[in-house]
């Protein structure tokens, strides 16, 4: 989150700085004297405004420059939101997995529990079968 963040505020600040370099200002008009000049002295402008900087083969080099960085950054944060996806639905999976894994134990457990259940109903039916036999070869002995 923090690196989106500072994308956008990168992306503002490189928007911000290609606006004022892309549009040239214009020259301050100096100001006209109220009175006329002597040919002795003549009349000193008053303090003009100093122009803007032209937007110069650096400068553009410079936005441009930046507007690359936060097109990479830009595109580092996509790039680290998809593997965080990736590994958000790696996660999710494999807790699926172990749900069904888990699941899967249960059954084979159930299945092995009825399967020794089973025999030993029939180890027990085939012990009470043998001492029954041996009661009635007792008896009739």
């Known amino acids: 989150m923090n690196k989106i963040i500072a994308t956008l505020i990168t992306g503002l600040f490189a928007t911000s700085v290609y606006a004022q370099t892309a549009t040239p200002a214009t020259p301050a008009k100096p100001a006209t004297p109220a009175t006329p000049a002597t040919a002795a002295a003549p009349a000193a402008p008053a303090v003009a405004a100093t122009p803007a900087v032209p937007a110069t083969p650096a400068a553009k080099a410079e ?47 159930a299945k092995a529990t009825a399967k020794a259940d089973k025999k030993k109903a029939a180890a027990a039916a085939e012990k009470s079968s043998a001492v029954a036999e041996a009661k009635k070869d007792a008896v009739t002995k």
């Open 63 to 109: 936005v441009k420059e930046e507007k690359a960085v936060a097109k990479a950054e830009m595109k580092e944060t996509k790039d680290v939101a998809k593997a965080d996806a990736k590994v958000e639905k790696a996660a999710a999976e494999a807790k699926k997995d172990v749900a069904v894994a888990k699941a899967d134990a249960s059954k084979d457990k």
